[in-house]
C-alpha cells in the first residue's frame, strides 16, 4: 500500500501569502492518480485538483498542482480568508486508494 | 444539480452490521461510465476509501476490508447502499458517499455528501 506523508502538518500564513504544500509517497504514483481536496470544518472534503494539475470545475487559479513521481505539491498563489482549510492528497494505485494524513493552513 | 445524501443508523452494536444509503438526487446513478464511492472519515484513521460501485454493478474495495464490504446500488431507487459486517469501535467514524470519476486520466470524488456519524457501541 503506498503511503501519503503531507508536510507540513500546519502552516501558518497570513492572507495574500503564498502556501506551498508538499505530499510525498512511499512509492511512485502516476501523476494522472494524484488530487487534491480542501475540507473546511463541519463540510465534507471538496476536490481542488486531479490528475495532480488540473482544477476541478469551479476551483479558482490561485490553486496549482504540481509534481510526479513521489513529490507533489499544492500551491495557493495568494491565501485568500476562506482557504484556510485542512488539506489532502489522494492517490490510486494497483486498486489502492489511500489519502494522506492532511495539512491544516491556519491564519497567522 | 446533482447531490448526494447519505443516511441510516447512527449507533450500531459491536459485531453487528452497519447499514448505510447513498440517496442521488438530480442525475441517475446508472449513467453509462459513472462510478460511486464511500468514504469514512475518523480522528484515528484520517480519510479511508472504502469501496465503489461502477455503473454496471462491479464493486472495488479497499482489500483491508474486502472481506467485511459490501456495496449495491438500487436503479430504480437511485441510491447506493452500504454493508459493512462485524463491526468493532475503530469502524466509528463519518461515513461519506461520493461520485467518483475514474478514467484513463483521473481518480478522483468530485462530488460528496454531507457525510453521516456512526457510531459503535460496545
Known amino acids: 500500500e503506498i503511503v501519503l506523508t503531507q508536510s507540513p502538518g500546519t502552516l501558518s500564513l497570513s492572507p495574500g501569502e503564498r502556501a506551498t504544500l508538499s505530499c510525498r509517497a512511499s512509492q511512485s504514483v502516476s501523476s494522472n492518480y494524484l488530487a487534491w481536496y480542501q475540507q473546511k470544518p463541519g463540510q465534507a472534503p471538496r476536490l481542488l485538483i486531479y490528475?495532480?494539475?488540473s482544477r476541478a470545475t469551479g476551483i479558482p487559479d490561485r490553486f496549482s498542482g504540481s509534481g510526479s513521481g513521489t513529490d507533489f505539491t499544492l500551491t495557493i498563489s495568494r491565501l485568500e480568508p476562506e482557504d484556510f482549510a485542512v488539506y489532502y492528497c489522494?492517490?490510486?494505485?494497483?486498486?489502492?486508494?489511500?489519502f494522506g494524513q492532511g495539512t491544516k493552513v491556519e491564519i497567522k | 444539480q446533482l447531490q448526494l445524501r447519505e443516511s441510516g443508523p447512527g449507533l450500531v452494536k459491536a459485531s453487528e452490521t452497519l447499514s448505510l444509503t447513498c440517496t442521488v438526487s438530480g442525475g441517475s446513478i446508472s449513467r453509462a461510465n459513472s462510478y460511486w464511492g464511500w468514504i469514512r472519515q475518523s480522528p484515528g484513521r484520517g480519510l479511508e476509501w472504502i469501496g465503489s460501485i461502477y455503473s454496471s454493478g462491479t464493486t472495488y474495495y479497499n482489500p483491508s476490508l474486502k472481506s467485511r464490504v459490501t456495496i449495491s446500488a438500487d436503479t430504480s431507487k437511485n441510491r447506493i447502499s452500504l454493508k459493512l459486517n462485524s463491526v468493532a469501535a475503530a469502524d466509528t467514524a463519518l461515513y461519506y458517499c461520493a461520485r467518483h470519476v475514474f478514467t484513463m486520466i483521473a481518480d478522483a470524488f468530485d462530488l460528496w455528501g454531507q457525510g453521516t456519524l456512526v457510531t459503535v457501541s460496545s
Open positions: 490528475g495532480a494539475s
Open positions: 489522494q492517490q490510486y494505485d494497483n486498486s489502492r486508494r489511500t
